[in-house]
T-cell receptor, first 110, second 113 residues
Framework: QQPVQSPQAVILREGEDAVINCSSS?????VHWYRQKHGEAPVFLMILLKGGEQMRHEKISASFNEKKQQSSLYLTASQLSYSGTYFCGTERAAGNKLTFGGGTRVLVKP | GAGVSQSPSNKVTEKGKDVELRCDPISGHTALYWYRQSLGQGLEFLIYFQGNSAPDKSGLPSDRFSAERTGGSVSTLTIQRTQQEDSAVYLC???????????FGPGTRLTVT
């Protein structure tokens, strides 16, 4: 089952904050986050493991609520470079394939 | 260091023809993945190789699609009798071990006319 991401799109002004959610109907082992800029390949941001700590990449952080089977990505004090499509990928057990969500398009304006 | 490379970068083919797409993973990476991404859409898992284990083919959409990985390194995705709905960007990714971060190649844009 594909995880559900929300919102589908968000427009921010530089310096504003945003939260992207990734929800699954099944128990998860890990959640991966990637960012893809237009015309480019996805780039790894971070992995959150079951029982693990909140992770951070520059001013982007993420949490993983195992009980809710949900991960949230926090864009803090957004920069123009944060624009792109963010994908979460979920792993149901160690060593399983990743199933990606539909993506959240983020546009940061000056 | 060298990243994941894919060839060709673009491929235009006629409906019904076979195509081969190549992926060269990062040296030493044991896991290799193929995904398909249609315009403006998410990443659709196709197949996953891990070391010498049997590949996870659960994402292949039909028996026209096949893939192999030779010597634990280079991988080829083959699509037989291409259809217009096969048009998409095909992305390959490699990972140092299963469950770790994935490094994506630039993709092959396939257009079936």
């Amino acid at each position: 089952q594909q995880p559900v991401q929300s919102p589908q799109a968000v427009i921010l002004r530089e310096g504003e904050d945003a939260v992207i959610n990734c929800s699954s109907s099944k128990a998860l082992y890990s959640v991966h986050w990637y960012r893809q800029k237009h015309g480019e390949a996805p780039v790894f941001l971070m992995i959150l493991l079951k029982g693990g700590e909140q992770m951070r990449h520059e001013k982007i952080s993420a949490s993983f609520n195992e009980k809710k089977q949900q991960s949230s990505l926090y864009l803090t004090a957004s920069q123009l470079s944060y624009s792109g499509t963010y994908f979460c990928g979920t792993e149901r057990a160690a060593g399983n394939k990743l199933t990606f969500g539909g993506g959240t398009r983020v546009l940061v304006k000056p | 260091g060298a990243g994941v490379s894919q060839s060709p970068s673009n491929k235009v083919t006629e409906k019904g023809k076979d195509v081969e797409l190549r992926c060269d993973p990062i040296s030493g990476h044991t896991a290799l993945y193929w995904y398909r991404q249609s315009l403006g859409q998410g990443l659709e898992f196709l197949i996953y190789f891990q070391g010498n284990s049997a590949p996870d083919k659960s994402g292949l959409p039909s028996d026209r699609f096949s893939a192999e990985r030779t010597g634990g390194s280079v991988s080829t995705l083959t699509i037989q009798r291409t259809q217009q709905e096969d048009s998409a960007v095909y992305l390959c990714a490699s990972s140092p071990r299963e469950g770790a971060e994935q490094y994506f190649g630039p993709g092959t844009r396939l257009t079936v006319t």
